[in-house]
């Protein structure tokens, strides 16, 4: 039992740090404005934050690997219109619907970054840009520049409806989460992913196959993406032709702050989770406290510097304040199980995501 | 230090390096070195394996370093280059190994960069600029035109622009490290035309270069170098080539004995038949047999580090076979190689062998688990025993869950190795299997490497330490320029006698 506990607490370590400003600050907002902790509100900032979660999911995956997406928003409202689309044609019933735009995120995101990306080794850069740039053009000749109104009542039971007093977004949420953590410890494919991102030669000399992982990775980006789209549809009752230029950089920020490396190979969606939480928190409490919720942007921009800083200092491995700690001065001790003989590949780091 | 005093009727010598000591860490890398250039207009070849000192000598040489303890003098005066800038200014000029340009930049812009474009009223005078970029190119008796894209160029026009760009200093003494190792016979041809013109001039060459015959050819004068001491200096008419390579290899130490002398059990597993890849090999031939260590020495870019790269699916070939059991092998991707039982340890650990953020047990199990379905879960009891035995089985200090990155470098290359013994293959290829790691690993993994290959696996080592290759194979093949010059039993190995013929010269 004793054993359970310490090896849980063990695997907090890459994310320790983003953990504890999220309870620090989930703290501060309650103590200053007691409205903040009612279950409601709790809620509130939980679904508010669902797309945002989704997207920085598989954005996870794609940071992991040691890639980079910004069409994410861009495919999240061309689903949003294709399931629009079909609803207003009556092409499909309303679940077949939502899950054939999450298909279509899926082949979106596959066929025009992972293929560019894995196959022609362009720049993920490059081809993440160009069609982010050309599905926004798609979206506004497809619709007209017009919104589609959905009264599907399947469609706007995934983003508003509740049950048990839950809102559904939120059960939406704890799946995807539970998916990916599950491919992320469990599964080969999550192994590829993190030895892909970690050493390309190294993981192609040894059979991985490096080409496919990406594919699927971007397909697993897009496939969010998709479902971020019909939540988004379900929520506003209609499909708006307008890319939130926004999304996919702040889901980029999610998933720094929760300690993934932007240059691959180490991370975790645990840390992404918290790294979502610590944005929504922000968002709402501020809002409660009558702070310009401008000022969120401000703090993430200097929790995300400092989060990469100390990642860098702290060798992407040792999470933020192993890092800054470093950074001042401070040794931590070596971990015992660690020989540690290399100069270069300090003993004080570790990422804990290795599954025990 | 005037010129006069530099002039042939002087004492004192152009250039001389004495007492020269360097350590790195606990390494001695130059012991009491020394190099004396007598007087200009001579090629001066420095000489010395892997390892004997050249670099760390050329590095001090050229600023890049400081010695710990010894003397630059340079006619007679005392010098200390605080930076490459400060040799420069000294008139010593190195061209190293890998060209160093600015590919999309023009050959003028390459020559003259830095504060050495020439500016007029309007900004650079490109005219201005071009002549004199011809200028010193003509010096070299290369007729380019200064505006041709650098990346444009032959490899070895590419090494001429940046001789030009070290003459367009005012150079005195130029250093080229191994300026032939890329370049074709015909191409090296015109780079010994240009030494020589330069050598009219006045100019002094200090030429590095494993190529024995070469050397021979061009140099005037020599100084060998063997664990960071000056073993021999004189002039080329001193030497012979089996006299250099004597000084350059040192003692021999006896062959170690090896227990249970096996050289395989006679059965081919893998052949291969007239193999040709564009530009590194040409129709080689080898033969590996069950249980056998074979053994490819050269140079580097002699084709050898090429031939396991086809085998491994990384290099098309572009003509021969390649048998596996007597079956042969059409693969493009390691995979494919990996399904045929063919690993392989690549040559650079940290980039290619492991994934460094990844723990020991997932390194271990990525080569035999290339095969199972990416949406099962590999943590099914019997790969994390099998990479628990293989772990043990190598003796890697480290915890399964360890990061690799943690590892020393030996324990490293461990687990680079350890991937292929999880689910022995039929042909283990190994590129600089013991790089990088210190000497007790290596006699480790040398030994490690003896036990599978007698549990039946076959070897293929290529390796640019020859006594490596003496301690470990049962059968040495000498690679020179793409083709396959020797092939020598271990019992008539010699460390001597492989570098001379991976130097390139004949055995008559």
């Not at chain 2, 004597?246 to 096996?262: F, H, I, Y």
């Not at chain 2, 600089?432 to 007698?454: F, N, Q, Y």
Request: charged share 20%; hydrophobic share 45%.
């Amino acid at each position: 039992m004793k054993r359970a506990v310490s090896d849980i607490f063990a695997s907090t370590r890459p994310f320790r740090t983003v953990l504890a400003i999220v309870v620090l600050l989930f703290a501060l907002f309650a103590v200053w404005q007691p409205g903040f902790r009612t279950i409601l509100n709790v809620q509130n900032v939980l679904a508010s934050i669902s797309i945002l979660w989704i997207v920085a999911m598989g954005m996870t995956f794609v940071l992991v690997s040691g890639g980079f997406d910004l069409s994410v928003g861009a495919i999240a409202a061309l689903c949003g219109i294709f399931l629009g689309k079909v609803l207003e044609a009556h092409l499909l019933p309303g679940p077949v619907a939502v899950a054939a735009t999450i298909i279509v995120g899926a082949i979106l995101g596959g066929v025009l970054n992972g293929l560019f990306v894995a196959v022609f080794r362009l720049s993920v850069f490059v081809v993440t840009l160009a069609s982010m740039t050309a599905l926004t053009g798609i979206v506004l000749i497809w619709t007209n520049t017009q919104s589609i109104y959905v009264t599907n009542p399947v469609v706007n039971q995934i983003s508003i409806s509740r049950l048990l007093g839950v809102q559904t977004p939120i059960y939406i949420m704890i799946v995807v989460f539970a998916i990916f953590l599950y491919v992320q410890r469990r599964t080969y494919f999550g192994r590829d992913i993190y030895a892909t991102g970690g050493s390309y030669t190294a993981a192609r000399l040894s059979g991985v196959r490096t080409e496919r992982t990406l594919i699927m990775v971007y397909a697993v980006a897009g496939a969010c993406a998709g479902l971020a789209g019909a939540i988004a549809v379900g929520r506003v009752g209609a499909a708006v032709p307008q890319v939130d230029p926004g999304l996919a950089l702040q889901a980029v920020a999610a998933v720094l702050i929760g300690g993934t490396a932007l240059t691959g190979g180490a991370g975790s969606v645990v840390g992404t989770a918290f790294g979502c939480l610590f944005i929504g928190i922000l968002q709402n409490g501020l809002n409660m406290v009558g702070v310009a919720s401008s000022w969120q942007y401000v703090v993430t921009g200097i929790i995300l510097l400092a989060s990469v800083l100390g990642g860098r200092v702290g060798g992407h491995r040792g999470g933020m304040l192993t890092g800054l700690k470093r950074a001042l001065g401070f040794r931590s001790p070596p971990p015992a199980d660690s020989c540690a003989v290399e100069p270069a590949a300090d003993a004080a780091s570790g990422r804990g995501e290795s599954d025990r | 230090m005037s010129l006069e005093s530099t002039g042939p009727h002087s004492v004192a010598p152009l250039l001389s390096l004495t007492g020269l000591h360097k350590w790195f860490g606990g390494v001695h890398a130059l012991c009491d070195a020394r190099m004396v250039l007598q007087k200009t207009g001579v090629v001066h070849a420095l000489m010395g394996q892997n390892g004997s000192g050249k670099s760390t000598m050329l590095n001090i040489l050229s600023g890049q370093m400081r010695p710990d303890e010894g003397v630059i003098a340079m006619g007679g005066s005392r010098m200390t280059f605080r930076s490459p800038l400060d040799a420069l200014a000294h008139g010593i000029s190195m061209v190293s190994q890998e060209t160093a340009l600015a590919e999309d930049l023009s050959i003028a812009e390459n020559i003259l960069l830095g504060h050495r474009l020439i500016r007029g009223k309007m900004g650079i005078d490109w005219g201005a600029t071009r002549d004199r970029a011809r200028e010193v190119l003509t010096q070299v008796g290369a007729d380019y035109d200064p505006a041709w894209i650098v990346r444009s160029l032959r490899p070895d026009q590419k090494q001429m622009v940046e001789i030009a760009r070290a003459l367009s200093t005012d150079v005195r003494i130029l250093v080229l490290d191994e300026p032939t190792s890329s370049l074709t016979d015909e191409e090296t041809k015109g780079l010994f035309a240009a030494i020589r013109r330069l050598k009219e001039q006045g100019v002094c060459i200090i030429y590095v270069s494993h190529r024995l015959p070469e050397v021979f050819e061009i140099s005037d004068e020599m100084t060998v170098l063997r664990d960071g001491v000056t073993v021999a200096e004189g002039h080329k008419g001193d030497f012979s080539p089996r006299s250099l390579v004597a000084a350059m290899v040192g003692t021999e130490k006896p062959l170690p004995l090896r227990e249970g002398q096996t050289c395989g059990s006679g059965i081919p597993v893998l052949q291969i038949r007239h193999l040709s890849v564009e530009g590194s090999v040409s129709d080689v031939d080898l033969e590996v047999c069950e249980g056998e260590i074979v053994g490819l020495g050269g140079l580097l870019g002699s084709g050898r580090r090429e031939v396991l790269e086809a085998i491994y699916g990384l290099r098309r070939p572009s003509a021969g076979t390649i048998l596996l059991s007597g079956k042969p092998l059409k693969n493009d991707n390691p995979l494919v190689a990996i399904k045929h039982g063919i690993g392989f340890v690549p040559p650079d650990r940290k980039t290619q062998g492991v994934v460094l953020p990844m723990s020991v047990k997932d390194n271990l199990a990525m080569a035999a688990t290339s095969e199972r379905q990416r949406l099962s879960s590999p943590r099914n009891g019997t790969i994390e025993e099998e990479c628990r035995a293989t772990s043990k089985l190598l003796a890697i200090k480290a915890e399964l869950d360890a990061e690799v990155m943690t590892l020393s470098g030996g324990n490293q290359q461990k687990v680079a190795l350890g991937k292929w013994l999880l689910r022995p293959p039929k042909v283990l290829l190994l590129d600089e299997p013991t790089r990088g790691v210190d000497v007790s690993a290596k006699g480790e993994i040398h030994r490690h490497l003896r036990d599978a290959a007698s549990r039946g696996i076959a070897m293929l080592v290529s390796s640019s330490e020859y006594d490596e290759l003496c301690d470990l194979c049962d059968r040495i093949v000498i690679f020179f320029r793409g083709c396959v010059v020797a092939t020598i039993p271990r019992d008539e190995a010699t460390e001597t006698r492989l570098a001379a013929l991976g130097g390139g010269t004949k055995e008559g």
